[in-house]
C-alpha cells in the first residue's frame, strides 16, 4: 500500500513537469483529431477524426497499429475501448447522430445505433463493468446499452437512461458524460448550462425511447428526486441568463483516480473542481456568522433575533420560496444601533491575528509587492502558496480577496466573496474582510444581501461607519436597489400592457428563458459549490474541450485552450505551472498515460502529439509559453471577446486592443472595486 502510493506520487512530479516537452508527432489522420482514448495498460493509444477513420497507435514506437474506417458520415467525436474485450472492440460516436462498435482485428462493424436525434458528442464506460456503455448527445438524451443483448433501434428499445429534455425542455443539449472510476452507480453529465449532474443508476430504470421531438411529462418519467446532485459555481446560477456574447455549457467532465472529485471545463467560464464526498454549500450573506453582544456578556446573532425556531434558514442559489428580485430571500431584520448597548459595542476589537511563520511573512510580503504593481495574478499565486503552508490565517484569505476584487477575471469577485467568508470564520472581529464582504455582495448584484451585510457593518464597528469607504458604498448600494426596484416596475407594467393587449411579443431575453420543471428548480435550488478552480485558459471556440487530471494520484490539472495551448495547474493551490504551444489553432483533446508521465494532446492540427520528460541536458522547450501570466491574461480577454472579434483573430487578423493590457492596468477592470480600499494587511 506503501509503495503503490510513493508510485503514484512519483508518476508526474513538479521536475517532471518541469522538463515536459514534445516527444513526437504521429501522423496519419486527414482531419481534426477530437477524440483520444488509452487502453487500460497504456500500451495502446486511440484517435478519432473528422476524416472518420480510428488510427490505434503505439505510443512507444510511434507507430501505426490499425486504421479502421470507422463508417460514420460526419465527424468522429468519441472513441472507447470496451472493458474486458481485450482491446479487441472499440466504440465510436459521431456527428452523423451514430454509435457504431467495431472488430478491432477484422475492421468490421459488429453494431449500429441509429437511437440519437442529434450529434453523439461523448461515449462512457466503467472499467469493472464488461458490457455495458453510455452515450450522450445534442438531443439531451444519455442512453444506456448493454452489448450482450441484441440492439433494436426502435421505440420498444428500454435504452434511455436520462432524457434532460423532459426537465428542461427541447433545446437541452448533453455534452458529456464520465463514469466515477471506483464506484461506476456515479454517472456525471454535462449539458448546455452552468450545472453539473451526478446520478445515482442504482436508482434509475431506463426507459423508452419517446417518438421525435415528444417529450415525457416530468411528472411521470423515470428519474425519482433523489437519484440526482447538482453542482454549480455559486455566483453562475443568476449570472449566466445575462451572458452577452457566450453561452456556457460543460465540455468535459472527469473523475479523479480516487473517485472522490469531479472536474468540470466549463466553455465560456473556468474549470471546476467539485467534491463529491463533502461537497460545499454556496455563499452569500449569513447573518448567522455576525454576532452581536450583549449587556450580558454573551453573544447572539443578528439573524437569531427574527429567525425561526429552526434557526437561519438557507436558500441556495437564489432559489427559494419568496423569492426576491434579486433572487435572493433577505435572512432577518437587522436591529437598529438603540437596540445594540453601547457596552455591548465598545467590546470589538481590531482583528487579533497570530504572527506568520517567516517563510510565509516573506511569502505575504512578495504578494502584497506584486498587489502594488498591479500583478493580481502574481499577487494571487503567492497568496495561495501561502495559504497552501498556513491554512487558518485570516489575512491571508482577506488579502487574496482583495487581489480578486481588483483582477475581476470571471467568477473573481464571487471567489473574494468566499474568502471573505473564510476571513471572518477566522476573525470575526476583521474590518477589513467585512467590509469587502458587503462589496462583493454589492458587486455581484446581490443588493439586499449586501445592504445587510453593510447595515452589520455598521453597527459592529460604529468607528468605522462613518469613514469615506463606508458611505461610499452605502449610496451605491441604495442607489442599485432604487435602479433594480424602478426596472422590475417598468418590466411589471410591460408585461401587464402586453397582456391586456393580447401581444405575445416578449423580450429578447425573455424568449431565451426555457422552460424548466418544477423538479428541475428544486434540484437546482440544492446545488452544491465549486471547491477549486482553474484560470488561464480559454473554452469558447470548441465545445469538445476536455480538462483531466494528470497524475495517478491525480496532482496536476490539464486542459486545452483557444489560443493554441495547453495549461497546466498544480491541482492543490490552483497555480499555473507550465503552459505548452500545442497546436497551431486549438488544444482540445489531452490524454494521460494511465502509469507513466506521458501525456497525449489533439486539436486543429491533423496529428496527434506525445509529450514526455525531456533529458535533464539543459537544452530548452521550444514549445514552452515562457510568460504564461500574459497567456493567462490574453485569454480572459479573448473569452469575453465579441465572437466576430475571435472569429477574425483566429483568422489571422490582428483586432486592436482584444489582446493588449490597457495602459497601467495589467490584468483586469479594477477600477470597478477602487471605491473600497484594498490594500493588503
Known sequence: SCNVHVQRKLQVTDELIARLGLEVELQGHAGCVNCLEWNQKGEVLASGSDDVQIILWDPFHHKKLHTIQSGHHGNIFSVKFLPHSGDGTMLSGAADFKIRVHDVASRETMMVCSCHTSRVKRLAVAPSIPFLFWSSAEDGLILQFDYRVPHRCSSEADSVLINLGNHLGRNVEAKCISINPLHSHLLAVGANDPYIRLYDRRMIKTSKLARQGTITDPDNDNLPPGCVTYFAAGHLPLKYPKKCFRT???????????????????????????????????????????????????????????????????????????????????????????????????????????????????????????????????????????????????????????????????????????????????????????????RCLYELRWTKEALECLQAFKLKFPDHALGQTCQALDRDIKAAIFSKTENDSEEGSRSESQSSSGSNNSSPRQKKQPHISEQEKAWRALAFDYELRYCGHCNTTTDIKEANFFGSAGQYVVAGSDDGSFFVWDKVTTNLVRVMRGDDSIVNCLQPHPSTCLLATSGIDPVVRLWSPKPEDGSKEDREVVNSEDAAVANQRRMNADPLEVMLMNMGYRVPGLLESDEGETEGRGGEASVVSCRPS
Not at 314 to 335: A, D, E, F, W, Y
Request: hydrophobic fraction near 35%; charge should be positive.
Open 248 to 438: 456556457l455549457a460543460s465540455t468535459y467532465v472527469a473523475f479523479s483516480p480516487d473517485g472522490s472529485e469531479l472536474l468540470a471545463n466549463l466553455g465560456g467560464e473556468q474549470i471546476y473542481l467539485f467534491n463529491i464526498n463533502q461537497p460545499r454549500q454556496p455563499k452569500s450573506f449569513d447573518m448567522s456568522n455576525f454576532p452581536l453582544f450583549h449587556s450580558n456578556g454573551l453573544s447572539k446573532s443578528l439573524s437569531e433575533e427574527n429567525s425561526p425556531a429552526n434557526g437561519f434558514n438557507q436558500h441556495r442559489n437564489g432559489l427559494s420560496n419568496g423569492i426576491l428580485s434579486n433572487g435572493i430571500k433577505p435572512t432577518g431584520v437587522l436591529p437598529t444601533s438603540a437596540e445594540i448597548p453601547k457596552s455591548s459595542v465598545k467590546r470589538w476589537k481590531p482583528a487579533n491575528v497570530k504572527p506568520l511563520p517567516p517563510r510565509v511573512e516573506e511569502i505575504k510580503c512578495r504578494a502584497n509587492d506584486k498587489f502594488g504593481q498591479q500583478q493580481y495574478t502574481l499577487a494571487i499565486n503567492l497568496y495561495n502558496e501561502a495559504i497552501h503552508i498556513v491554512p487558518d490565517s485570516p489575512v491571508l484569505y482577506c488579502n487574496r480577496a482583495a487581489a480578486y476584487m481588483k483582477r475581476l477575471w470571471d467568477g473573481d469577485m464571487y471567489a473574494a466573496l468566499r474568502d471573505c467568508h473564510v476571513s471572518l470564520q477566522l476573525e470575526q472581529d476583521y474590518v477589513k474582510a467585512h467590509l469587502r464582504l458587503a
